[in-house]
């Protein structure tokens, strides 16, 4: 293990080790959503909504279309929490608490970024996202990073860790790579330098390995 892998895998221990006091227990999705909910008002959402359509992230829904019709910001902060990721933050949580939480609040602190925003100085959708991630990543640093590429590659709707599972032949390390590259494209356009790929694909598969093997304490 070279130096920048030993450094960027103790900045994800030292992240998770940060947010350990806070983390709650939880036994039940019930308990998980009433946590979300909590910890959301703290990054300033006001109003929730639970669907069951097939939602893959948080979403802040109506601000754009609410600044076309009227040209002034809601009064209301929706948050859409889906129920796929609540039950799969639940399946995180009861296995690694801490990974949990920090998936969490990485991924509130990206989407209170929407609630910052004016739409009617972003040219599209895509380009108000790429301002989001660029203030997650420098808030939560490369941990945030590589937990979320971590938690889109291999839990999201896209996921790969039920190819890995459920396959015959197996997806080996450099299938793996080739789809956490794609993320990093499609997800973090102009925000990850193609210089950096091989560090976090190393980071995102350790971390895996990390909660596969991880007990519960």
Known sequence: MDRE?????????????????????????????????????????????????????????????????????????ILVIPNCLVRRLCSIYKKWPELGEFLLRTTLWHECQHLLQDPTKFADFSTMEEEANRLMMERMGRPGLVV??????????????GRILNRKKRLDQGEAGKDIINCLERTYPNLVSSNEYDEIIDDVLWLETEYQNHERR
């Open 148 to 161: 979320c590429v971590w938690y889109f590659c291999f839990y999201g709707k896209a996921g790969i860790w």
């Open 5 to 77: 892998q030993v450094r960027g895998r103790a900045e994800i221990d030292d992240a998770l080790r940060k947010v350990s006091s806070s983390t709650t227990q939880i036994r039940s999705k019930k308990e998980l959503r009433n946590h979300i909910i909590e910890i959301a008002r703290q990054y300033g959402f006001n109003v929730f909504k639970n669907t069951r359509f097939g939602y893959e992230d948080f979403t802040v829904k109506t601000r754009v279309k609410f600044y076309r019709k009227y040209g002034k910001p809601p009064t209301t902060k």
